[in-house]
């Protein structure tokens, strides 16, 4: 009954909406319109930032914290980075590749692009409405708390709980739960291909370690401050070096994913509208823009100037989509179509990672895959906190009964099929879009009034 509700919530989300007459029918689904006007609104709105600011968004990561208490720009970026690159640049690319071939890379792409800008609107916001922290320190936020200030303004008093504020809290813990369980899942599959270990063995010792992690109160974002530089670049040089050996065969790869991100090869089977869905949903699962992940971490900054944390996170959003997944698609469409046609998932990964290392890059990406995998967990166990604030209040019992269930989530994704994992991760992530934009449309005049108060500052 459960999984027929997911997939009944996955299909109203994600499914097509309308059919355009062109290719054999292209399907475009609520959430394609919704991001996709979304993204081109902002980017126009903001006169294309992601281009015209770019070196104050490189500014803005480097600038030291201002006050005891909070996270630096880096840590921030760090935190979101963590669940971006951790699943996102890995399971999410693989993902689109699998189900959307080379041209969903594109739409990757593109969705990055436009949701730079809408990155910028919501961190801006997050970072404007936070509130102090009580339980951890420092201060939290994020969508949940400027949807409750935009209900207060619209119902013209104070409000204890807003309707909508809490289904977006409750959205994004049910989108984490879900990628909980994407974690395990890949997980148990990279390690039974690498070292032919029994998923459930590996679920079970992933388990036990997250946990010894998660329970302790200061632990996630020292470990993360320690992890995530350390395995984004180690992966990043190994990339890039796989790709520089392979630079004749580049431009061949660049001409697919450009054929077929138009359904050039598609066509005939009507395939554009799986290339185009698949592209911005595994996109959207990567970069988080619009979704409202990233600003439970923004808020968390201690900042100067809220404009500054929209910086960070629009800059975060090229990283993690433009540079990094790039790197993982080229991995994949380096190999020959013959060694991965009837592959998907990890397997498609793997197979690609020993075409191009032997046996060692089985056995990285395994590796590689488990660090990320541990500080998605972290980083969503982060986002977390706020909504979990919200919906109980200041008490350390509701915080440890989400690190718990969402630690339960994890055991049980090691034994779920990838499908079914992947809907519910979807699901809660299409939820929490709809409800953010809820709020994001109305005040994002106020992230916009921001950016131009930057601007005359920084020209006086």
């Not at 801006?124 to 400027?146: C, S």
């Not at 619209?154 to 974690?183: H, T, Y």
């Not at 996109?283 to 823009?289: D, I, K, P, R």
């Not at 499908?419 to 449309?441: E, S």
Request: charged share 10%; net charge positive.
């Amino acid at each position: 009954m459960i999984v027929d509700l997911i997939e009944a919530l996955y299909r109203l989300l994600w499914g097509d909406l309308f059919t355009l007459p062109v290719a054999g029918g292209i399907g475009i689904s609520f959430m394609v319109v919704l991001l996709f006007a979304a993204g081109i609104g902002f980017t126009l709105r903001t006169r294309l930032l992601p281009v015209r600011l770019f070196r104050d968004m490189i500014g803005a990561v480097c600038e030291k914290k201002q006050a005891a208490g909070g996270l630096s720009s880096f840590q921030t970026l760090v935190i979101s980075t963590a669940t971006r690159v951790g699943m996102g640049n890995l399971v999410g690319v693989v993902a689109a590749v699998s189900a959307g071939g080379a041209g969903a890379v594109f739409w990757m792409w593109v969705t990055a692009l436009l949701g730079a800008s809408t990155s910028f609107v919501e961190s801006t916001l997050a970072q404007k409405y936070r509130q102090p922290d009580p339980l951890y320190g420092g201060w939290r936020g994020g969508p949940a708390y400027y949807l409750h200030v935009l209900a207060e303004r619209k119902r013209g008093k104070k409000l204890k709980r807003s309707v909508v504020a809490a289904l977006f809290a409750v959205s994004g813990l049910i989108c984490w739960c879900g990628i909980s369980q994407v974690i395990s899942n890949s997980v148990s599959s990279a390690f039974q291909n690498a070292f032919h270990v029994p998923p459930l063995a590996t679920t079970l010792v992933l388990t036990a370690i997250a946990a010894v992690i998660v329970l302790r109160k200061n632990a996630t974002v020292k470990s993360l401050d320690v992890m995530v530089p350390i395995m984004a670049v180690c992966y990043f040089v190994l990339t890039v070096g796989v790709v520089l050996f392979n630079l004749p065969k580049l431009p061949a790869v660049f001409g697919r994913i450009f054929a077929e991100a138009f359904g050039l090869r598609q066509a005939a089977a009507g395939g554009f509208g799986a290339v185009l869905m698949n592209g911005v949903k595994r996109g959207l699962f990567s970069n988080e823009a619009g979704s409202g992940s990233a600003p439970c971490a923004a808020a968390a900054a201690e900042c100067d100037d809220p404009v500054k944390m929209g910086f960070v996170q629009a800059l975060g959003v090229l990283i993690d989509t433009v540079v990094i997944c790039s790197c993982t698609a080229f991995l994949m469409l380096l190999v020959p179509e013959s060694l991965t046609a009837d592959l998907a998932g990890m397997d498609l990964l793997q197979a690609a990672m020993q075409y191009h290392l032997g046996s060692f890059g089985i056995v990285f990406i395994a590796v590689i895959l488990a660090l990320f995998s541990f500080s998605t967990f972290l980083g969503v166990l982060y986002y977390a906190r706020g909504n979990v604030a919200y919906l109980c209040g200041d008490n350390w019992w509701s915080q440890t009964a989400y690190k718990l269930l969402a630690l339960a989530m994890l055991l049980v994704g090691g034994t779920q099929a990838y499908t079914v994992v992947w809907d519910l991760g979807d699901v809660g992530i299409g939820l929490m879009t709809i409800f953010n934009m809820l709020a994001l449309v109305p005040m994002a005049p106020e992230s916009l009034d921001a950016l131009r108060t930057y601007e005359r500052q920084r020209r006086l």
